[in-house]
């Protein structure tokens, strides 16, 4: 700015005659003239600018005379002043001019111009929400009655000088569209984004014609889509091996996907697409919230691209695909709002780099009954080879053998008819036959009476069951035994006899049982196994006397005791030992002798006394007996009985 001197004379001499000057005091009243200069002169404000001001008053001889000066504004809706200091523009003010004024104890003044201009735009930026300052380009908006996009305006004094002007694009405005806050620089606009999927756009312009800055949030309309790859390719993967559900999503997902494809073949890809809400609208405006891009082809052609809906889930995104005759590489990317998925695949000739010398089964021929599933485990020579040529299998007349799906390279067979068919497998120009007997199927799997349900640790028992054809015939063929907990016991049967199973407790506990012929199974079965009693000792102290009793029944004698803990009952039967009378005397327990403890049964030997008579009668006795590698034994010493 320009500095400018203003200049008062206070009294002159004119005349042709010579005079002599003398040198003028520093004073105000001793000034014949006075300079007063205001710095700066022609201020320029702008809304946030402070301009700090000073007077400077000096007589001809350019001494500084100390004098006060006041200031003021004419037009005090322009600016303002800041004390005796500094001047600042005021809202209202823009555009406009005024008057700074500096005045002198004796009247005297010096003037100049004050200007409010209005700021240029630096620029303006869309934020996050969060007030953090990074720039965002974009953020997704979908069925919410209010959202908002916030921008930041620099400078902030813009948000005085010019109103912020908000456009929408693909959304619907808020009432109120727009709140500003001056004291930050902030704008946010306000919307309502519809419940479809689609692009919309919010944008803020601020400034006049020539300076007017400008920034723009893309808005991305769809629902949040929890997508993976699933299913082949990934049936070591738990979770994603079938299609996840949405809880499973948020925790479990593959974004890659690898395979490779034969030349001349077609093949699929697929990403299961999961919507929180699971609603159908939700769900059906997710079909356009993603794309499929080629990035890269080599002979690949995308032959269909669907949508496949699943109820209170999502949608399986399908792409299908066809190899050309050419090997090569080729990718494709499935885009969603918040993922890119990518799906390589390889074209290689098959036939080719993986030859088939033979094809491999490990039953041939098959015989097997109506009703029954066989598993067919299937091979190529090479093994190399049989990723890529894993056999075809089926049945000349389907009537008789249902041919089913591979799970890894074991196949499932099931018999349907009586009758003779073949399979037929054929794997890269190879084939392979294999002669398949149907069979009577089996009516019903029963099991015999006298089955032991209880069982000592250690302890092995036969069980005996009756399988009878459809035509009431002995069954010929194998049984598969089952136990519901093999920690507990163990079941399979007994070598080649397929009416007998072999049943072995392994710990204390329960399991259910099972024998299943050709398909056909008995009943459930429960077997309790108990602790097998070592060192037992039974006394007055440990056993109820009235629940423990002496008793003869057809010349048997009976023993039957009942401890406070552990075991509910123990019964000892000594077969021909009553010989009438009383009970009392000692007793040998032979060989053969068992003792039932809460339903398992043992062989035992060792010796009996039983004393006194009436309600003083006690019994003392010492068994032993081998339980599998183990040894049961008890120790009885007086323990009191009833007759």
């Known amino acids: 700015m320009k500095r400018y001197s203003f200049i008062f004379f206070l009294a002159s001499f004119l005349g042709v005659t010579s005079f002599t000057a003398c040198e003028e005091e520093a004073t105000l009243d001793g000034a014949t003239e006075v300079y007063i200069t205001i710095d700066p002169m022609d201020i320029n404000l702008k809304l946030g600018d402070t301009v700090r001001i000073s007077a400077t008053v000096t007589n001809v001889s350019g001494k500084v005379i100390e004098t006060p000066v006041s200031w003021s504004i004419e037009d005090q809706t322009v600016a303002a002043l800041l004390g005796d200091t500094a001047v600042v523009a005021l809202d209202g003010g823009q555009e406009k001019e005024t008057r700074l004024k500096a005045m002198l104890e004796n009247g005297k003044y010096a003037l100049t111009t004050v200007t409010v ?12 929400n969060d007030s953090t300052f990074t720039e965002m380009t974009s953020k997704r908006s979908y069925n919410t009655a209010h959202d908002s ?8 004094e813009l948000l005085y000088d010019y109103d912020p002007v ?10 109120p569209v727009m709140t500003v806050d001056t004291v930050r620089g902030l704008v946010a606009v306000h919307y309502a984004a519809p419940r479809a999927s689609g692009k919309g756009k919010v944008t803020l312009s601020i400034g006049d014609a020539s300076t007017a800055k400008s920034a723009s949030c893309d808005i991305m309309l769809a629902p949040q889509l929890l997508a993976t790859f699933y299913g082949k390719g990934f049936e070591n993967m738990p979770y994603i091996n079938t299609r996840p559900s949405k809880e499973v999503l948020s925790m479990y997902f593959a974004y890659t996907y690898e395979a490779e494809m034969d030349i001349n073949s077609e093949d699929t890809v697929r990403i299961a697409m999961n919507v929180q809400s699971g609603a159908k609208e939700d769900i059906e405006a997710g079909y356009d919230a993603y794309r499929w891009e080629v990035v890269s082809s080599n002979g690949v052609l995308i032959t269909g691209k ?8 999502g949608f399986d995104a399908v792409l299908a695909l066809r190899s050309g005759s050419e090997e090569g590489e080729a990718e494709f990317h499935c885009i969603t709002p918040d993922t890119v998925f990518v799906a390589t695949f390889r074209v290689q000739d098959f036939k080719t780099r993986y030859p088939v010398e033979e094809i491999t089964v490990d039953h041939d021929p098959i015989s097997m009954p109506v009703g029954s599933v066989l598993r067919l485990t299937t091979g190529v020579i090479p093994a190399s080879s049989y990723a890529y040529h894993k056999p075809v299998v089926k049945a000349v007349d389907p009537s008789k053998v249902q ?4 799970n890894g390279n074991v196949i499932e067979l099931r018999g349907l008819a009586l009758g003779e068919t073949e399979l037929v497998l054929t794997a890269n120009g190879k084939e392979k036959r294999v002669p398949v007997s149907v069979t009577e199927g089996i009516l019903s799997v029963l099991w015999k009476s006298g089955n032991a349900r209880t069982l000592f640790e250690g302890q092995t028992v036969q069980w005996g069951i009756d399988a ?17 907990a093999t920690d507990v016991l163990t079941a399979e049967q007994t070598g080649d006899d397929n009416t007998q199973g072999t049943i072995t407790g392994i710990k204390a506990g329960k399991a ?45 004698l009976v023993v039957f005791i009942s401890p406070t803990s552990g075991y509910g009952q123990i019964m000892l039967t000594l077969t021909d030992a009553y010989k009438g009378g009383g009970y009392a005397g000692h007793y040998d327990i032979p060989v053969g002798t068992v003792v039932d403890i809460d339903g398992a049964r043992a062989e035992v030997t060792g010796s009996m006394d039983i004393s006194g008579s009436g309600d003083e009668t006690t019994v003392s006795f010492s068994i032993t007996g081998n339980v599998g590698s183990r040894t049961l034994s008890i ?3 007086s323990v009191p009985v009833v007759l």
């Open 166 to 175: 908000p456009t929408l694009e693909g959304l619907t405005a808020f009432d």
């Open 117 to 128: 201009s209005r700021n240029l735009p630096d620029g303006v930026m869309c934020i996050p």
């Open 468 to 484: 009878k054809t459809l035509s009431g015939g002995e069954n010929p063929y194998d049984v598969t035994w089952t136990s519901s």
């Open 149 to 156: 996009v916030l921008f930041s305006v620099s400078p902030k």
């Open 512 to 556: 259910d049982v099972t024998a299943e012929v050709a398909g056909v199974s008995s009943e459930k079965a429960e077997v309790k196994v108990i602790a097998l009693p070592v060192d037992l000792e039974l006394n007055a102290s440990n056993t109820v006397k009235e629940n423990s009793v002496v008793y003869d029944e057809g010349g048997d």
């Open 403 to 406: 041919v089913g799906e591979y």
């Open 306 to 313: 669907t949508e496949e809906y699943v109820k209170g889930e």
């Open 635 to 637: 120790e009885a010493d």
